[in-house]
């Protein structure tokens, strides 16, 4: 039997990959013998290289070699067994078959072995790349249908197709030099014999009709010719099947032979002195030679085609930042520059640009678009991210006809979360690098993904924008970026995103707020929304039915200040109302106030601001669905408004128009008011909890309600926590969030949709 040269891997994979990587049956004796120089090298063929797999290092791996045998370099190095190179027809990448992910499958990587990329990943054995002329495509071998196959994939692995379906062996795959047809192996006639099919798999013909096992087709740079294998020997004969010729009689196992670039000369593999090595020898079987030396096996050789001078040079007009974050974008995008052999920019060039990781010690994949056209000299990579942490990764650029170029060394982390929000029945938080992140329900769009798919673990706003801050409302997100300016993203049936329109639509991405104020802070409330600007006015927009606006309109489709001279330190917006602290500490409310979550005993709604029936100067103040809480300047908790849940924490549930103190005597430094539940977080780091706890929002292991503060178990320690609908999430100091109660579309963002009485870790 005829094929590829045998290489030993993991028992797993061994029997999956045999009938692609066996090439002889049989032991043949071997006898030593001196090596010969090789025959005398063509100038096109002098500036090859031949890529070959070698266990000479103890293990299977990729080497190259010139063409005259010098230069003898490693390119892979993992414990897995990686065989079968194939050089792209440009000469900067080589497809190969490794089992380093447990199977045999299809990776590629730069011709100086950097960036190894995996590029088929199923549980079938995929091997034996080889290359269309136009590098656009690679032909494989598989076993996924049952039987090996030929496949072929385009040349990033999307786009696998079957080629053949016979229910015989197909394999050893070769594409014409035109690429119109492509030669293999197959075993349909129960005899391995060679065939020929065009490149779309029709017209599969028989080339060979002999007794005698045959495999390893390899095409003549001129398309003239194939050589390939026949009983241990190296053949030759006309692409028409017809002038069959032997070149190799060793009464060894002479077997892969592949053509030099300018077709005047043929390496193989031979075992004629004692072990499998690389020869070379000319088109017509004369001056045949040993190329590689030792005592162990090598096999496989893949002729690179002849290096064409360089055009030019790239270069990183933009470096990746010296950290970032996983699974996030990398901004600003990384920019690659096409360069002259001088270095001057190539304004105008269109060339395409290849990105890959080179140096990547945790084994990361770098997601994203990682082959774009240049503009006008320059590539942007606009998506690339990251998808495990790790320090000292490195990015490798490569454009045909350029010399390469590599990044600066960068790291990646997990996300650190410097403030959190929860909503109705999502949330969203800001990390440390100014990154939004949503999890929960998104029927809407009020994640900020581009979709409206519900997601269980948190996704990256989009737009790249850099937050200092969101708040996460019924239906609706909105936050403040690093630079003053206010965005929102969801549903906007009331006007509540500013955009500047009432009619029913949503955005599943962040739009920005009409009017080009500057904000320090915004707040999304139930269907409208509130800011204070940087000179502490406060403007709202959305829904008015009951004065949440401030003033006497129907509503508002993009900010308007507020009925008042008043100075704000911040505002919130709650269920139909609105409160603020002013730069004096007076808590003042609008809006709806039938509950009495105005502060006014009268429960009358109004609307222009009024000050809180109270004498008390506070730091902070949140409106939750029909109550609100707030922190006094003295540190203790005050809540007002509805309260038969109990969530003013007073030891009752009467509600109350007038500001009573949080029960406990516990002192705050900020408090949350919740659609019907409160939390608060000490001066110590501990949570505390308030109200309805149906669904475990309160975090105490119970759905038992409280009239007054119970702990939050498992001991975390929190910057901050936010009441949302029916559960709550906290920013621990070190950046990590825990979220708890109800789970039903994956808001406490732990990957399940699992209610949780206690603190669960959101996915970071």
């Given at each position: ?200 798999g029709s017209a599969q013909t028989l080339l060979t009709n002999v007794p005698n096992a045959e495999g390893d087709p390899s095409w003549s740079p001129d398309g003239l010719r194939i050589a390939f294998t026949r009983s241990a020997a190296i053949y030759v004969m006309a692409a028409d099947g017809s002038a069959q010729t032997q070149l190799t009689n060793s009464g060894f196992s002479d077997t892969d032979p592949t053509w030099s670039p300018d077709g005047t000369q043929i390496a193989f593999t031979s075992t004629r ?466 979220c708890w109660g109800d789970n039903l579309f994956g808001q406490l963002g732990n990957g399940t949709t699992v209610t949780s009485l206690t603190p669960v870790r959101v996915v970071q």
């Open positions: 039997m005829s094929g590829r040269a045998s290489i030993p891997f993991p028992a797993a994979a061994r029997l999956a990959i045999a009938a692609f990587l066996a090439t002889t049956c049989t032991d043949e004796p071997t006898r030593p013998r001196t090596p010969s120089p090789p025959s005398a090298l063509t100038a096109a063929t002098a500036a090859s290289r031949i890529a070959f797999a070698s266990d000479r290092d103890g293990n299977w791996e990729i080497y190259v070699v010139n063409a005259d045998g010098s230069g003898l370099t490693r390119l892979t190095n993992a414990p897995a067994a990686d065989s079968t190179p194939s050089w792209s027809p440009d000469g900067s990448r080589i497809a190969f078959t490794s089992t380093r992910d447990g199977n045999a499958e299809i990776y590629v990587m730069a011709a100086d072995g950097s960036a190894p990329t995996r590029l088929t990943d199923n549980p079938a054995a995929d091997g034996q790349p080889t290359w269309s002329p136009d590098g656009r495509r690679i032909a494989f071998t598989t076993n996924r249908d049952g039987n090996f196959d030929i496949y072929v994939m385009n040349a990033d692995g999307s786009g696998q197709a079957p080629l053949t379906t016979d229910p015989a062996t197909d394999n050893a795959p070769s594409w014409s030099p035109d690429g119109a047809r492509i030669a293999f192996r197959s075993t349909r006639d129960f005899v391995p014999q060679i065939y020929v099919m065009n490149a779309d002195d004692g072990n499998r090595a690389i020869y070379v020898m000319n088109a017509d079987g004369s001056g045949q030679a040993r190329l590689t030396t030792g005592t162990t096996s090598d096999a496989q050789p893949s002729w690179s085609p002849a290096a064409p001078a360089p055009r030019g040079v790239l270069a990183f007009a933009t470096q990746p930042p010296e950290t970032i974050d996983v699974d996030v974008a990398i901004s600003p995008p990384v920019r690659i520059a096409i360069e002259d052999s001088l270095g001057n920019p190539m304004m105008g060039a269109t060339d395409t640009v290849t990105i890959a990781l080179t140096a990547n010690p945790a084994s990361a994949v770098l997601l994203g678009a990682t082959t774009v056209a240049a503009v006008d000299g320059i590539a942007t990579f606009a998506d690339l991210r990251v998808d495990r942490p790790g320090r000292g990764y490195t990015l490798v650029a490569t454009a045909l006809g350029f010399g390469g170029a590599t990044s600066a060394p960068f790291s990646a982390s997990h996300l650190s979360f410097a403030s959190v929000s929860a909503g109705l029945s999502h949330s969203c938080a800001v990390t440390t690098r100014g990154t939004a992140y949503c999890w929960g329900y998104n029927y809407w769009g009020g994640l900020g993904d581009g979709t409206t798919t519900h997601r269980a673990t948190p996704v990256p706003v989009t737009g790249g924008l850099s937050l200092s801050a969101v708040s996460a409302g019924s239906l609706h997100t909105c936050g403040v970026t690093t630079s003053q300016v206010a965005y929102c993203w969801g549903y906007n049936w009331d006007g509540e995103l500013g955009e500047g329109a009432f009619f029913p639509r949503w955005f599943t991405s962040p739009v920005a707020v009409a009017g080009g104020l500057k904000f320090a802070l915004v707040s999304a409330g139930r269907l409208h929304t509130c800011g204070v600007t940087a000179n502490g006015d406060a403007y709202c927009w959305g829904d008015n039915y009951w004065g949440a606006t401030g003033d006497t309109t129907a509503g508002r489709p993009s900010p308007g200040r507020i009925v008042s001279e008043l100075r704000f330190t911040m505002v919130s917006a709650g269920g139909d109302h609105t409160c603020g602290v002013t730069t004096t500490g007076q808590a003042w409310c609008w809006g709806r106030n039938l509950e009495g979550q105005g502060g006014d005993p009268s429960t009358v709604s109004w609307f222009p601001p009024r000050p809180v029936a109270s004498t008390l100067t506070f730091v902070a103040v949140s409106a939750g669905g029909l109550h609100t809480c707030g922190v006094g300047t003295d540190g203790a908790g005050y809540c007002w408004g509805d309260n038969t849940t109990g969530q003013l924490g007073d030891g009752t549930t009467t509600s109350r128009g007038s500001v009573e103190p949080v029960a406990g005597g516990l002192r705050f430094t900020a408090v949350s008011a919740g659609r019907m539940h409160s939390c608060g977080v000490t001066a110590g780091g501990n949570a505390f909890c308030w109200g309805d706890n149906s669904s475990g929002q309160l975090g105490d292991g119970t759905t038992g309600g409280r009239v007054s503060p119970v702990p939050v178990a498992g001991g975390l320690t929190f910057a901050v926590v936010s009441a949302g609908g029916d559960h709550t999430c906290g920013a621990t100091p070190s950046g990590g969030v825990y």
